[in-house]
Structure formats: structure tokens, C-alpha cells
């Protein structure tokens, strides 16, 4: 099973999701890697906040398709 990191991030009001577009091979691999992600957030943006999710390649789909966007998979 693969995994994609998401961040949900706000700042000013305004929210935005973002996703990488390489998948990890294990949830230990990308949950590795979102608390690198969350560290250099909340460094680099102090006064964001947001939310770091692993989802696997289906919930990923539904991700996208809950979001109206084209399934990139």
C-alpha cells in the first residue's frame, strides 16, 4: 500500500491544501517525513496553523474527488 502526505495549512484567513506528488512506500515513511514537514512550518510560518495527514492511495482519491479535482493517480 502506498501513503500521500497533505498539509492543510491557513494563514490570514485564507486555507490551501497541498500534497507531494510521489507516494510513500509505508506509513512509517510518510508520517517520518510530516513531522519534518510540520517542524519547518511552523518555523517558516509561525502564525499558520493546520493539519498533516498520511492517506492511503483510495482515501487519497476521495480526497481529490471531495475537492472537485481530477484524480491525479
Known amino acids: 500500500m502506498k501513503f500521500v502526505l497533505i498539509l492543510y495549512m491557513c494563514m490570514a484567513g485564507v ?3 497541498v500534497y507531494e506528488q510521489n ?3 509505508t506509513l ?3 508520517e517520518m517525513a510530516s513531522k519534518e514537514v510540520m517542524e ?3 518555523k517558516e510560518y509561525p502564525m ?4 498533516i495527514w498520511c492517506l492511503t492511495e483510495d482515501e487519497f ?6 475537492l472537485g479535482q481530477p484524480n491525479e493517480t
Not at 499558520?48 to 493539519?51: D, F, I, T, V
Open 15 to 17: 486555507c490551501e491544501s
Open 23 to 25: 507516494f510513500y512506500n
Open 28 to 30: 512509517e515513511d510518510c
Open 40 to 42: 519547518y512550518s511552523k
Open 48 to 51: 499558520a496553523s493546520g493539519k
Open 61 to 66: 482519491k476521495k480526497y481529490l474527488k471531495y
